[in-house]
């Protein structure tokens, strides 16, 4: 079991599937525009049959990476926070960031590893507000 804490929120990892509790008007639950507050944990929906083996959060957004290495996203986007070109837009439900190998939550930054076609050529990503 790994377990997640940002402002207001706590998300866990338990048999691959992710559980999110707590407070959010931006998304960071992963359920939607109409749930901002979960006083037990529930079941977070990923698009697929995800089986998530990572998840890092902070204030206001989470990430999450998968056995195959996707990344999901969701939560405040401003400042592309999560990742996804639509600054601004709250990413209510984990969307997946192509191309992403790794992640971090902090503050005021997300931190990716990108991994293109080609293995050796890795990049580091620092996103920051």
């Not at 048999?15 to 979960?38: E, F, W």
Request: hydrophobic share 40%.
């Amino acid at each position: 079991m790994q377990v997640a804490t940002g402002r207001y929120h706590t998300l866990l990892v338990h048999d691959s599937s992710v559980y999110s509790c707590g407070s959010s008007l931006c998304g960071v639950l992963g359920h939607g525009p109409d749930t901002t507050q979960c006083v037990a944990f529930s079941r977070v929906s990923f698009p697929s049959l995800a089986r998530v083996v990572n998840i890092s959060a902070f204030h206001n957004h989470a990430a999450f990476v998968t056995e195959s290495g996707e990344v999901f996203t969701c939560g405040d986007n401003s400042s592309a926070c999560c990742g996804h070109g639509d600054v601004g837009r709250t990413i209510f439900r984990p969307t997946q960031i192509l191309a992403l190998k790794g992640i971090s939550c902090k503050q005021v930054n997300l931190v990716m590893l990108v991994s293109p076609s080609n293995v050796e050529s890795y990049h580091l990503i620092v996103l920051v507000d």
